[in-house]
């Protein structure tokens, strides 16, 4: 190569200068060339979410998730309807949801007992692809009930009776309302009571009979009522001081009977029966119970001939209801073949007027027959 210095006239100079100067250029342009910016298409690098509740009537809001790719990206969204495991992790064997293909949606009732889910397609000039969001949890609508009302408490008269109302799944928030029912002893045949609130204090009326709710759950989109479980059959609650004895009985003391009960003499027995000595005592075993046949014990016992032919007593009753009295024969009670003595027999209670109160009356006799005096 001839040295720059040394081309003679300038005009040849300047030629040498030109060819250099278009190597240059041609050597610039093909370095260019050969380090050109790759394409891309896109590339997801975080997935789509959704946000608000799966429940009937609410609106989900979906996220288009972080992407990368060349040149500008356009997005497409189609929600999709899955099963209970959700689907594959593109939602690819999930169902369309027609007309959903909007970053937003409203969950419709066709949706209720399934789980959501959004894919979102991206796409540029060199491809494009198709990702989709976690599923929501199991899309809700009106209520249901999963576990039945349970009324609780003791089924007594005057007790207070409360009902839960079970568990219910459903749109948020669910309200709730109760009709209390009165059933026969086998908790069917119901009938509303007129008891609305979650409280129920049960009444004489209820007696022998069970008791139920109906409860009805309540949201933005629907209702659903069910029934509750029944309580045991309602009875009175037992008297202060009451004692079960050994034959099933209740035994109470005489201060335990209300005024609007009575004292009944129940039982009457005499030992002999017929009479046909005077010379041998009469026994004479009286039992007294109330009229909500519970045995009484502590009540006072009058017994008296009349006419006034034997001796008479007056005795407190025992605890399983029962006196016994040992009444002597006078000179004057008769002997006589088929012959009838009767005798008056009150129960009463200590410090009850003489004509009233709980008192109970009986008229009773025993046979006679001729025999020794």
Same mark, same amino acid.
């Given at each position: 190569?001839? @040295?720059?210095?040394?081309?003679?006239?300038?005009?040849?100079?300047?030629?040498?200068?030109?060819?250099?100067?278009?190597?240059?250029?041609?050597?610039?342009?093909? +370095? *260019?060339?050969?380090?050109?910016? @790759?394409?891309?298409?896109?590339?997801?690098?975080?997935?789509?979410?959704?946000?608000?509740?799966?429940?009937?009537?609410?609106?989900?809001?979906?996220?288009?998730?972080? %992407?990368?790719?060349?040149? @500008?990206?356009?997005?497409? !969204?189609?929600?999709?309807?899955?099963?209970?495991n959700g689907g594959r992790p593109?939602?690819?064997?999930?169902?369309?949801?027609?007309?959903?293909?909007?970053?937003?949606?409203?969950? *419709?009732?066709?949706?209720?007992?399934?789980?959501?889910?959004?894919? $979102?397609?991206?796409?540029?000039?060199? /491809?494009?692809?198709?990702?989709?969001?976690?599923?929501?949890?199991?899309?809700?609508?009106? =209520?249901?009930? #999963?576990?039945?009302?349970?009324?609780?408490?003791?089924?007594?008269?005057?007790?207070? *009776?409360? &009902?839960?109302?079970?568990? %219910?799944?459903?749109?948020? =928030?669910?309200?709730?309302?109760?009709? %209390?029912?009165?059933?026969?002893?086998? /908790?069917?045949?119901?009938?509303?009571?007129?008891?609305?609130?979650?409280?129920?204090?049960?009444?004489?009326?209820? &007696?022998?009979?069970?008791?139920?709710?109906?409860?009805?759950?309540?949201?933005?989109?629907?209702? *659903?009522?069910?029934?509750?479980?029944?309580?045991?059959?309602?009875? $009175?609650?037992?008297?202060?001081?009451?004692?079960?004895?050994?034959?099933?009985?209740? +035994?109470? @003391?005489?201060?335990?009977?209300?005024?609007?009960?009575?004292?009944?003499?129940?039982? &009457?027995?005499?030992?002999?029966?017929?009479?046909?000595?005077?010379?041998r005592p009469l026994t004479v075993?009286?039992?007294?119970?109330?009229?909500?046949?519970?045995?009484?014990?502590?009540?006072?016992?009058?017994?008296?001939? #009349?006419?006034?032919?034997?001796? /008479? /007593?007056?005795?407190?009753?025992?605890?399983?209801? %029962?006196?016994?009295?040992?009444?002597?024969?006078?000179?004057?009670?008769?002997?006589?073949?088929?012959?009838?003595?009767? !005798?008056?027999?009150?129960?009463?209670?200590?410090?009850?007027?003489?004509?009233?109160?709980?008192?109970?009356?009986?008229?009773?006799? $025993?046979?006679?027959?001729?025999?020794?005096?």
């Amino acid at each position: 190569m001839v @040295p720059f210095g040394d081309c003679g006239s300038p005009k040849k100079a300047w030629a040498l200068f030109s060819l250099f100067a278009l190597a240059l250029v041609s050597l610039t342009l093909a +370095s *260019a060339a050969g380090e050109a910016a @790759p394409t891309a298409k896109p590339t997801n690098l975080a997935e789509p979410d959704i946000d608000g509740r799966a429940e009937e009537g609410r609106t989900l809001s979906a996220s288009r998730g972080r %992407w990368t790719g060349t040149g @500008p990206l356009s997005y497409a !969204f189609r929600w999709v309807r899955c099963g209970a495991n959700g689907g594959r992790p593109d939602g690819s064997d999930c169902g369309f949801i027609l007309g959903a293909t909007r970053s937003s949606y409203q969950v *419709a009732s066709a949706d209720v007992g399934s789980l959501l889910r959004v894919r $979102v397609t991206a796409t540029n000039a060199e /491809g494009e692809q198709t990702v989709a969001s976690n599923p929501t949890a199991v899309v809700v609508g009106a =209520p249901v009930n #999963t576990s039945i009302p349970l009324v609780g408490g003791t089924a007594l008269v005057g007790s207070l *009776a409360t &009902v839960q109302p079970g568990s %219910w799944t459903g749109r948020q =928030p669910i309200s709730f309302s109760y009709v %209390w029912l009165r059933c026969n002893n086998a /908790g069917g045949e119901c009938a509303a009571i007129g008891a609305l609130g979650r409280s129920y204090r049960f009444a004489a009326s209820d &007696v022998n009979h069970k008791i139920r709710v109906n409860v009805t759950a309540r949201n933005a989109v629907g209702s *659903a009522t069910v029934l509750s479980s029944e309580s045991a059959v309602v009875a $009175v609650p037992l008297p202060a001081g009451a004692i079960r004895l050994g034959t099933g009985e209740i +035994s109470i @003391p005489a201060t335990s009977v209300p005024s609007d009960q009575r004292l009944i003499v129940s039982r &009457v027995a005499f030992t002999p029966n017929p009479v046909t000595t005077r010379a041998r005592p009469l026994t004479v075993r009286v039992r007294v119970m109330d009229s909500r046949n519970y045995v009484v014990r502590d009540a006072l016992v009058f017994v008296r001939a #009349t006419p006034r032919v034997t001796t /008479g /007593g007056r005795l407190l009753t025992a605890t399983d209801g %029962w006196v016994t009295f040992r009444l002597q024969p006078l000179a004057r009670f008769p002997l006589r073949k088929q012959g009838n003595v009767q !005798f008056f027999v009150k129960a009463y209670r200590s410090g009850d007027p003489s004509l009233g109160g709980v008192a109970g009356y009986r008229l009773v006799q $025993v046979r006679t027959a001729a025999g020794d005096s």
